[in-house]
């Protein structure tokens, strides 16, 4: 992570929890810096770590390091969720179309993709359906990310048993449009006139007109960024 967006998370915290700053117990003796309790929070989410296995680098006890997850967790879906844990706004179609356009991709919203994870403390009656083509108990994360590697739609949870098309029929992804809630978007290619957005994928996806095949084997030059451009879900 690089430094000022850790400082900028340190400080979104701080702000909405004070628990992440420097507190004196009864005697009057400073207790865990911010550093530490932030440290020791994101190595848990970045490792998958139990609580007490931060105490060798972070020196920080188990209770501790999980009330630090827990406050963490909520400090920053508290501070950044207004922000980024929503669907595009009239202003973010506008802006995403626009780089899209001009990128050679005139009215993509983004790129949809399925990245498994691997789960490496899956309860053994629950490996079965977890399984998935690597032999390893496996979840799924769908999710749609733009040019500037804003993921803005997220679906986690599907056992690695299931492909990119089991995942897409039981994803939300598609109910803003169903409901009407989603930004309108219009755009015009070859003369007609489409009053929905796309999306680029790679060839397991069914041929909907939301769905946009990038070009594995392009032999004209304008089309080499079509796979990049898909590809910035595994870039996130």
């Not at 400082?7 to 628990?19: K, P, S, T, V, W």
């Not at 700053?21 to 848990?44: E, F």
């Not at 309860?123 to 496996?138: D, E, H, I, L, Y």
């Not at 804003?150 to 098309?165: Q, S, V």
Request: with cysteine; net charge positive.
């Amino acid at each position: 992570m690089h430094r000022p967006l850790f400082l900028r998370i340190l400080r979104a915290i701080q702000r909405e929890d004070d628990y992440f700053t420097v507190r004196c117990d009864a005697t009057g003796l400073a207790g865990l810096g911010p550093l530490q309790k932030v440290c020791a929070a994101l190595r848990i989410l970045a490792y998958g770590l139990p609580s007490d296995a931060v105490d060798e680098y972070i020196q920080i006890g188990q209770t501790t390091a999980r009330d630090c997850l827990i406050r963490f967790c909520r400090a920053i879906i508290s501070s950044f969720s207004e922000r980024y844990l929503r669907i595009p706004n009239h202003d973010d179609i506008a802006r995403i179309l626009s780089v899209n356009a001009d990128r050679g991709f005139p009215g993509m919203l983004g790129s949809i993709d399925c990245m498994h994870w691997e789960w490496r403390s899956c309860p053994t009656a629950w490996r079965g359906q977890f399984c998935g083509r690597n032999s390893r108990p496996t979840m799924i994360l769908e999710a749609v990310a733009g040019y500037d590697l804003w993921i803005w739609h997220a679906f986690f949870g599907m056992p690695g048993t299931n492909n990119d098309l089991n995942v897409l029929h039981r994803s939300p992804v598609f109910d803003p449009l169903r409901n009407g809630t989603m930004p309108p978007v219009h755009f015009t290619i070859n003369g007609t006139t489409y009053n929905f957005g796309y999306y680029l994928v790679d060839g397991i996806y069914p041929n909907w007109p939301t769905f946009v095949k990038a070009i594995r084997h392009a032999f004209v030059e304008k089309r080499f960024t079509s796979q990049p451009s898909r590809r910035v879900v595994e870039r996130t």
